[in-house]
């Protein structure tokens, strides 16, 4: 893509709310929650998933030099080089695109970079990516969220682990893999830390008002 206005945001958070909602949707004990519960645990957490997603894919691309370093996935189908393309922010805010860099342009020579480096090395299978996946929405889902939507996080992830372990133990024939586990841990390490300083960033966006728009959900839009 070498243009981003509204309409490439609005078709870019449309087919990651849905993109996370199918996947959600595959996993067998989620479908099980109760609506409220799933619905919270998607709002709080399909920008997230997106996040490790995207990078992996990116990772897996450049491992393959398929895609050269600085360029990065987007969605399943379009990717974006962020030194050159032209963002337009007119439609939501008074300030210019100059102005507004440190609020909306990703930290892409530190975490992002750290994280697709880190990703190229783990090489991670897709069971493995899935349970980085899992892990990184949950424990958000269950740190932002109290009650049955803690709950169900918690219960979810304890099932996952447990199903990593077989996997590990039946598939793969090892009980030993600590080192391995450490590996996909320090990633989703580092996707954390960015999501942090994305939401503190919002923050102070919101409390200097340099937005001009409005979200009915706002809580579903604090990574963006």
């Known amino acids: 893509m070498k243009y981003i206005g509204k309409n490439e945001y609005i078709m870019f958070w449309e087919k990651t709310f849905l993109s996370a909602a ?3 949707s595959e996993i067998p004990e ?3 929650l109760d609506l409220d519960v799933k619905i919270e645990i998607l709002k709080s957490t399909w920008m997230v998933r997106a996040r490790l997603e995207k ?3 990116t990772a897996d691309l450049q491992r393959k030099r398929e895609m050269s370093s600085g360029v990065y996935m987007l969605t399943d189908d379009s990717c974006v080089e962020l030194e050159k393309v032209e963002v ?3 439609w939501c805010t008074n300030y ?3 102005q507004m860099q440190f609020y909306c342009l990703p930290d892409s020579d530190t975490y992002w970079k750290e994280s697709v480096e880190a990703l190229i090395n783990l090489k ?3 069971v493995e990516l899935n349970f980085m ?3 990184l929405c949950l424990c958000d889902a269950g740190k932002r969220n109290r009650g049955k939507v803690q709950e169900a996080a918690d219960s979810l992830l304890q099932i996952q682990c447990d199903n990593l372990h077989d996997y590990y133990s039946k598939s793969r024939n090892t009980s030993h893999y600590s080192g391995r586990l450490a590996q996909m841990m320090k990633v989703n390490k580092l996707i ?3 999501i942090r300083m994305r939401r503190e960033k919002n923050c102070i966006a919101k409390l200097f008002d340099v937005f001009s728009v409005d979200f009915s959900h706002p809580e579903m839009f604090d990574l963006t």
Do not use: C, R, V, Y
Request: charged residues 25%; glycine residues 4%.
């Open 22 to 24: 199918h996947w959600f």
């Open 30 to 32: 989620f479908a099980e």
């Open 55 to 57: 990078l992996a894919e």
């Open 88 to 90: 337009d922010l007119s």
């Open 96 to 98: 210019s695109t100059e």
């Open 124 to 126: 991670p299978t897709n």
């Open 133 to 135: 996946l899992i892990h």
């Open 192 to 194: 954390e830390k960015g």
